[in-house]
């Protein structure tokens, strides 16, 4: 456009800021001002509101703060309804409840009075804090000034209460509403029916869903989800399951949700025969199993013993699936062959170059690969962890001299001991219990001796496992004892 000579105002340049915050590029959208300058191009509000918002939206809150603070101070633009709107937006939506009420009370001393849509992010925000004496207040003021409450205020401070238990002034709201000719939507309906189901009142809730229903307001998945949930949670499957035909029966579409919710059910009561014909049903409808549906029924599969089935699921998800979180590693770990063990390790390896691949990850695949008797695997990938960026902690080197110990390689444990404190990661209680334990499997007492004076100078102790071992090998050679000055001291009292 600049080389076209094609003039540029305002309007084009806040869209190009817009779309550099879109794409998580706030820095790049400050690129632009510089271009206002240049055209002659006066900021405004809008302008700086996009910025705001695109930096709340890459969770830059002490940023979105300072640039709103400097606004204001330097004069350099005098906020609107929707600055404040966003900055409050911002902040309550990160838990910043206080900061939000501040901003309200200066809002109030400016000469931008705040409307309904400003009332209603602090209140929302108090009501989610559990802080409903202070929004009820808020509510007060509001009326106090003339501004009417809308169905959005309500429906937070519903929420609130019923989180709270508060069902008689969950009631007082309701009337409250419909004497205002403000009739509840599905949305707070939904509030009502959750709430109730948190509680168990299942039933009361699905009597709510009935009234919604005499009142013209169809519920949608979101209220089925819900009801369906409750029963699943009270183990009532039969009646979730009748929640779910009847969502069909509706003809709305089941969604994931939907989905998982009835499948957790099933796998509860170990019934896994009908969580997987519903897992299989879901891609016939279009849906795509995410990570929640593989790791309940991966879960339920081992609780079973169908160990083969969840291998086989596993590799299906690791071709076409999401990407395991660490409660699936955590659950496949104790499951998976080597090779699938080594498949895991080299999608994790491909996977960090996209996210943040945490140690724990490696850890128990090292630790799998290690009670599998890989230990040269295990050793290999431990070696490669540097190259990754990866920095092993104590878990990971006491779990390679678990594997050295279990194999009776105890000059690699003992190596791997002086390695990791010489790289600033020093033993546990768990490290030296494990190499004690080695030396005292393998009858090597003087050594053992060694490593028993270090722990008790660090101030660990031993272990069940390790009492019981030291016991095993005095009893077969009573002249350990001697051995042991700490030991035969205490012997002698």
């Known amino acids: 456009?600049?080389?076209?000579?094609?003039?540029?105002?305002?309007?084009?340049?806040?869209?190009?800021?817009?779309?550099?915050?879109?794409?998580?590029?706030?820095?790049?959208?400050?690129?632009?001002?510089?271009?206002?300058?240049?055209?002659?191009?006066?900021?405004?509000?809008v302008t700086f509101?996009?910025?705001?918002?695109?930096?709340?939206?890459?969770?830059?809150?002490k940023d979105a703060a300072e640039l709103f603070k400097k606004l204001v101070r330097d004069k350099i633009c005098d906020p609107d309804e929707i600055m404040y709107a966003t900055v409050m937006n911002g902040l309550s939506k990160r838990g910043h409840t206080q900061k939000t009420l501040s901003l309200l009370r200066l809002m109030e001393q400016g000469n931008t009075q705040p409307d309904i849509y400003i009332y209603n992010i602090v209140i929302d925000a108090l009501c989610k804090d559990g802080n409903l004496d202070?929004?009820?207040?808020?509510?007060?003021?509001?009326?106090?000034?003339?501004?009417?409450?809308?169905?959005?205020?309500?429906?937070?401070?519903?929420?609130?209460?019923?989180?709270?238990?508060?069902?008689?002034?969950?009631?007082?709201?309701?009337?409250?509403?419909?004497?205002?000719?403000?009739?509840?939507?599905?949305?707070?309906?939904?509030?009502?029916?959750?709430?109730?189901?948190k509680e168990g009142k299942v039933e009361d809730a699905e009597e709510v869903m009935k009234h919604m229903v005499e009142k013209g307001v169809e519920p949608n998945v979101i209220t089925y989800n819900v009801i369906m949930d409750g029963y699943c949670l009270h183990g009532q499957l039969d009646r979730a399951r009748r929640i779910f035909d009847i969502l069909i029966d509706k003809g709305i579409e089941p969604d994931i949700f939907s989905y998982n919710i009835l499948i957790n059910g099933y796998c509860k009561k170990k019934k896994l025969t009908k969580a997987m014909q519903l897992f299989r049903e879901i891609s016939q409808k279009g849906l795509k199993p995410n990570i929640v549906t593989y790791n309940t029924i991966l879960q339920g599969l081992f609780e079973i013993g169908r160990i083969g089935v969840a291998k086989q699921l596993f590799v299906e998800m690791v071709s076409a699936g999401p990407t395991p979180d660490t409660c699936m590693v955590l659950?496949?770990?104790?499951?998976?062959?080597?090779?699938?063990?080594?498949?895991?390790?080299?999608?994790?390896?491909?996977?960090?170059?996209r996210e943040n691949v945490n140690i724990m990850y490696y850890n128990i695949i090292?630790?799998?690969?290690?009670?599998?008797?890989?230990?040269?695997?295990?050793?290999?990938?431990?070696?490669?962890?540097?190259?990754?960026?990866?920095?092993?902690?104590?878990?990971?080197?006491?779990?390679?001299?678990?594997?050295?110990?279990?194999?009776?390689?105890?000059?690699?444990?003992?190596?791997?001991?002086?390695?990791?404190?010489?790289?600033?990661?020093?033993?546990?209680?768990?490290?030296?219990?494990?190499?004690?334990?080695?030396?005292?499997?393998?009858?090597?007492?003087?050594?053992?001796?060694?490593?028993m004076k270090e722990m008790t100078g660090r101030g660990f102790s031993f272990d069940a496992t390790t009492s019981e071992l030291l016991v095993k090998a005095i009893s077969e050679n009573p002249?350990?004892?001697?051995?042991?000055?700490?030991?035969?001291?205490?012997?002698?009292k």
């Open 134 to 197: 202070a929004a009820i207040n808020i509510l007060n003021e509001m009326k106090q000034k003339g501004i009417h409450p809308d169905i959005l205020t309500y429906n937070s401070l519903i929420d609130g209460l019923c989180k709270l238990g508060q069902w008689e002034k969950v009631k007082t709201l309701f009337s409250e509403m419909v004497n205002l000719n403000m009739y509840p939507d599905v949305h707070t309906f939904n509030i009502l029916t959750d709430g109730l189901c």
């Open 366 to 451: 090292i630790n799998g690969l290690s009670k599998n008797g890989e230990l040269d695997k295990a050793h290999a990938i431990f070696e490669k962890l540097s190259s990754m960026g990866l920095l092993p902690n104590v878990r990971t080197y006491t779990m390679m001299i678990t594997g050295f110990c279990l194999q009776g390689l105890l000059d690699e444990a003992k190596d791997m001991l002086r390695k990791m404190e010489d790289n600033g990661c020093f033993p546990d209680n768990v490290t030296y219990n494990v190499i004690v334990q080695g030396y005292l499997r393998c009858r090597k007492i003087n050594e053992m001796v060694t490593f």
């Open 479 to 492: 002249s350990i004892v001697d051995m042991l000055p700490e030991l035969h001291a205490e012997i002698k």
């Open 1 to 45: 456009m600049q080389k076209l000579g094609i003039p540029i105002d305002g309007f084009i340049l806040t869209s190009v800021i817009n779309s550099y915050c879109l794409m998580h590029r706030a820095d790049f959208g400050f690129s632009v001002l510089p271009i206002y300058l240049k055209n002659g191009i006066p900021f405004n509000n």
């Open 331 to 353: 659950c496949l770990m104790v499951i998976l062959s080597t090779d699938l063990l080594k498949k895991l390790c080299h999608s994790l390896i491909s996977w960090k170059e």
């Open 49 to 61: 509101t996009t910025l705001i918002r695109g930096i709340f939206a890459e969770n830059k809150v």
